[in-house]
Each structure stands twice: as structure tokens, then as C-alpha cells.
């Protein structure tokens, strides 16, 4: 299996324009998360889907911020507008059947707003 | 409130010398406790995961070490290597399953 793919890799944007990160998680996972990290504040987690529902959302910053997840292979993130403190690496994951073993990251997207 | 505390910060070490990083822990409940390595510019990769009844894992020359009853947890990285520059990230599963982070420590392995 290639693992969590994320694209793109890099993204710089200027304030105020649309970011949208894309995820393709592990074939067979039920679990997604989206997470951001900074040096300030480390990993955080945004959002999370079980079965492509959103479960739990409260990690979102504001409304500035969309997840979704239209099938089991696919999932986005985006911002909209964006500005320069949403400058991060923003990770995925993915897991089967919760937080145990097989707990898998990508290898994030950093994004830089101008 | 649910917090994972680790030291040091950061650590500077020379080649194939040994080291240990410190994680203490103030979730509850507990579900498992588990050590992330991440290098520069990719996404942290598991170690190790252990469960409230295991006391020691080892993955090759990295072992971890968990006290559920003072709620510490310690890894300790043997002959150390140039690749083991990394952070390392302890991360607790708490409640509802929630993952609680480590601010992590920077590891420098010089030659």
C-alpha cells in the first residue's frame, strides 16, 4: 500500500484566496483525521470522519474552514479566504476501527500564505 | 486538564551514544500510550504503542517504557545513528478516543 498520499506537497497562496488540500487515505481505513502543525502549538487535531461522516469538528479554527469526505478514497480541506497565520503543515491521517495500531500519517502539505 | 509533557525540549547527542526522552501524562482516562518519530518535512511514523498493562516495548534499538501508575513513559534509543535526527513525538489516547500530543522533543545526532 502507498500509505496517506497528500497533495500537493507545497502550496503558497496569497491572503485571501481559496486553499483546498486533498487526501486519499489507506485503502480499507474507516477512520480519517485532518490535523495541523505548528511550531507554536505542535499538532492539532481539526476534524475527524468515521465511514465518511464528520464526527467530531471542534477542532476546526472558524468557519473558514470545510472538510469533506465525498467517498472512502478521498478527502479535502479547504480555506476559504485564507490568511497568513492558517500558515502550517497540515497533516491527514487514517486508521481502521478508531486510535489503535495502524494509525497511519501522511507526509502533510505545507501551506504559506502570503 | 488532559495534558502529555515532554523533556527535553531538545537534545544534542553524539554518534552511538545512547539517550532517553521523558513523557509524563495527566490523561484520563487512559487507553494507550504510544512514540511518534518524525523527521524534518514528512509526517510522524509509530514506534511503539503500549496498553495500560505493558510495562516495556522495544522496536529495534529504540525501547519505551511506560509506568501507568506515576502516568510516565520514557524511550531510549541505543547506539544512536545520524538518522535518528528527529522529533519525537509521545501521544496519549484519552477519552472518546481522543489523541492527546506531546509538544515533542528535537533530537540532533552529531558525528
Known amino acids: 500500500d502507498a500509505g496517506v498520499i497528500q497533495s500537493p506537497r507545497h502550496e503558497v497562496t496569497e491572503m485571501g484566496q481559496e486553499v483546498t488540500l486533498r487526501c486519499k487515505p489507506i485503502?480499507?481505513?474507516?477512520?480519517l483525521f485532518w490535523y495541523r502543525q505548528t511550531m507554536m502549538r505542535g499538532l492539532e487535531l481539526l476534524i475527524y470522519?468515521?465511514?465518511?461522516?464528520?464526527?467530531?469538528d471542534s477542532g476546526m479554527p472558524e468557519d473558514r474552514f470545510s472538510a469533506k469526505m465525498p467517498n472512502a478514497s478521498f478527502s479535502t480541506l479547504k480555506i476559504q479566504p485564507s490568511e497568513p497565520r492558517d500558515s502550517a503543515v497540515y497533516f491527514c491521517?487514517?486508521?481502521?476501527?478508531?486510535?489503535?495500531?495502524?494509525?497511519?500519517f501522511g507526509s502533510g502539505t505545507r501551506l504559506t500564505v502570503v | 486538564k488532559n495534558q502529555v509533557e515532554q523533556s527535553p525540549q531538545s537534545l544534542i547527542i553524539l554518534e552511538g551514544k545512547n539517550c532517553t526522552l521523558q513523557?509524563?501524562?495527566?490523561?484520563?482516562?487512559?487507553?494507550?500510550l504510544r512514540w511518534y518519530k518524525q523527521d524534518t518535512g514528512r509526517g510522524p511514523v509509530s514506534l511503539t504503542i503500549?496498553?495500560?498493562?505493558?510495562n516495556t516495548k522495544s522496536n529495534g534499538r529504540y525501547t519505551a517504557t511506560l509506568d501507568a501508575d506515576t502516568k510516565q513513559s520514557s524511550l531510549h534509543i541505543t547506539a544512536s545513528q545520524l538518522s535518528d535526527s528527529a522529533s519525537y513525538i509521545c501521544?496519549?489516547?484519552?477519552?472518546?478516543?481522543?489523541?492527546?500530543f506531546g509538544a515533542g522533543t528535537r533530537l540532533a545526532v552529531h558525528p
Open positions: 491521517a487514517s486508521s481502521f476501527g478508531g486510535v489503535g495500531d495502524g494509525y497511519t
Open positions: 485503502s480499507g481505513h474507516d477512520y
Open positions: 470522519f468515521n465511514n465518511n461522516v464528520p464526527i467530531d
Open positions: 513523557c509524563n501524562y495527566t490523561v484520563s482516562p487512559f487507553s494507550n
Open positions: 503500549m496498553t495500560f498493562s505493558e
Open positions: 501521544v496519549v489516547t484519552g477519552g472518546y478516543n481522543k489523541l492527546i
